[in-house]
């Protein structure tokens, strides 16, 4: 590999000079490399450390520790599953290989796959065998035959296992933040319009009925969220109180709404990036996970206090006014008191149980696998025709599609009617069992989290060129976490927030220069072509305005 990024020496003729300026400044584009290490590094030294670093994510040694840690989990296990199915023993050491990958990768690329995997885990495996001995009071949310669910589920996780880490296979490290030097001024400031004009838009239009726009206008005020971690990867001065600032202002509007689904997502979001930023050592990172864990286990006991009653809360026996200006207070307060009450021994098995069935997706895919086909026959594919009518074809152009709710699958496919004010879905897991029953779900489960990690590939690829490549990842993808959503829903998501990005991109010069791997100039070209770098670029290439302006001279000269 040609390295030209030390400096330019000084008493080189004057053609090779402006020859090796122009290679240094095209390298970026040529060879796809990242834009240099931690904040104060220069650019050569980040050249270096690539070149020297692991060529995959996880090296063959790290590969022999998650396996192991896997075979341990499964057998540690034993005396939990023994009673009724060892599929459960392979979803504990699935979990236990995906999060020991998702610490040796975190650094390398933003784990969102491992964190989708985590996910289902969670909602497919954990939390119904959390059921089995904490079963909920309602026997409405009860699994009727655990080892019939779990030989379904069991092959159905690993499959999206699979075919989600399949997709880190072969990747290349694409580096940490960018340096100093790349810390353009004007791209500073086209992320921060995003970032307030998404603020400022959420608080306009946040809660009205706009009809068929307000998707539009959910995906333009996400923006914000893509800014701020833009912000943050490139290390931007600022990055952290705009963030507090951001999170703040969408605690109060969950608060107030006593929906805090969104903000669950955006945090994991926003978890998985700055552990890419920080590169954690593994014990940092299993305790920052557990901990992220236990905030969002004991959110929804917490959430209770407000939507038992919305003016005001319970916090350790004092009744306390809810307004919007201390509602981020009481909020961690009332999360303080459910963690409290977990190490004081204050939940019952049944508050236990019921804590379990909000995560616990188990239960309506169990009601699927009796109710179809018994009783409704296999969809055979419609659902699925349906969710990329969804996803391709605006609704002016489309008014019969599909509404996201789920309220007439979980009818027609689980033969439950939902209530006025309730949303439940039947998860992808369950749709793809309902249109192609066992084996074709369990194939169908491994191809849509394949398709889903081609996608995160594209874009880990690109990241090598611009980390704002993975600001964007989080920004289109984060609905690729929710495994309780039908697939239309998912994909009409991505689609659309692709599309928004895609629009928002070109209309913000900076941002579309940076994407492309290109220096972000601040000035246009002369008629002659020559390119005008500013000061950073300069920084970033050592090469000094004296150098450039004799090699400028020189040119125009010859």
């Known amino acids: 590999m040609n390295d030209m990024h030390g400096e330019l020496p000084v008493t080189s003729p004057p053609n090779s000079q402006i020859e090796a300026s122009k290679s240094a400044v095209r390298r970026p584009r040529v060879h796809g490399r990242g834009h240099g290490a931690a904040s104060g590094r220069s650019a050569s030294a980040s050249a270096v450390s690539a070149e020297a670093g692991p060529a995959t994510v996880v090296s063959g040694m790290q590969w022999l520790v998650v396996l ?45 796959p491992h964190l989708a995997v ?15 001995y904490y079963p909920a009071n309602n026997p409405v949310y009860l699994i009727e035959d655990f080892a019939h669910y ?40 086209e992320l921060d319009c995003l970032l307030w004009g998404g603020i400022a838009l959420k608080l306009a239009f946040g809660s009205a009925q706009l009809g068929g726009l307000s998707f539009l206008i959910l995906l333009l005020a996400n923006l914000r969220f893509l800014a701020a971690i833009g912000l943050m990867l490139l290390g931007a001065p600022g990055w952290r109180w705009r963030i507090a600032l951001l999170f703040v202002s969408e605690i109060i509007l969950a608060v107030e709404a006593t929906m805090f689904h969104e903000l669950v997502l955006w945090t994991l979001g926003f978890f998985v990036t700055y552990l890419f930023v920080r590169r954690p ?67 019952s098995d049944d508050s236990v149980g019921e804590m379990i ?4 997706q188990g239960w309506i895919i169990d009601r699927i696998l009796h109710h179809v ?6 969809a055979r594919g419609r659902t699925i025709i349906s969710a990329f009518e969804a996803a391709m074809l605006p609704r002016i152009l489309a008014p019969n599609k599909q509404f996201a709710g789920g309220r007439e699958f979980m009818q027609c496919f689980a033969g439950y009617t939902l209530t006025e004010g309730t ?136």
């Open 423 to 558: 949303s439940m879905n039947l998860g992808f897991g369950g749709e793809l069992y309902a249109n192609f029953g066992y084996w074709g779900g369990i194939l169908g489960c491994g191809l849509y989290a394949l398709a889903l990690g081609l996608g995160f590939r594209w874009v880990a690829r690109r990241a090598h060129a611009s980390p704002i490549w993975w600001a964007i990842l989080v920004y289109v993808g984060h609905w690729a976490l929710k495994a309780e959503t039908d697939i239309g829903a998912v994909l009409n998501y991505i689609v659309k927030a692709a599309i928004v990005a895609c629009v928002a991109a070109m209309c913000l010069p900076a941002v579309r220069a940076e994407l492309a791997g290109r220096p972000v100039t601040t000035s246009r070209p002369s008629r002659r072509g020559w390119e005008v770098k500013t000061a950073e670029t300069r920084k970033c290439w050592h090469v000094s305005p004296s150098e450039e302006l004799g090699a400028e001279s020189r040119h125009i000269q010859r």
């Open 68 to 112: 192991a840690a896997g075979a341990i989990a499964a057998l540690a296990s034993t005396p939990l599953w023994h009673d009724f199915s060892p599929w459960a023993g392979l979803v504990a050491a699935l979990l236990a290989m995906t999060v020991l990958h998702m610490g040796y990768s975190c650094g390398s690329v933003v784990a969102l």
């Open 150 to 189: 779990f030989s379904y589920a069991g092959p159905a996780l690993l499959a999206i296992t699979l075919g989600w880490i399949a997709s880190c296979f072969g990747l290349r490290p694409s580096g940490c933040p960018i340096s100093e030097g790349r810390r353009a001024p004007v791209l500073v400031r």
């Open 118 to 132: 985590i996910v289902c885990l969670a909602q497919y495996g954990i939390a119904p065998w959390g059921a089995y």
């Open 357 to 360: 069935v909000r995560f616990n």
């Open 281 to 347: 050592r593994m014990p940092v990172f299993l305790t920052w996970l557990v901990l992220l864990c236990a905030g969002v286990f004991f959110l929804h006991d917490a959430k209770w206090q407000f939507r038992q009653g919305s003016a005001r809360a319970t916090v350790f026996g004092e009744d306390i006014p809810l307004t919007k200006w201390n509602s981020p207070l009481l909020g961690g307060l009332c999360l303080v008191q459910s963690t409290t009450k977990a190490l004081t021994g204050g939940y």
């Open 373 to 378: 086909p018994s009783v409704e026959p296999y």
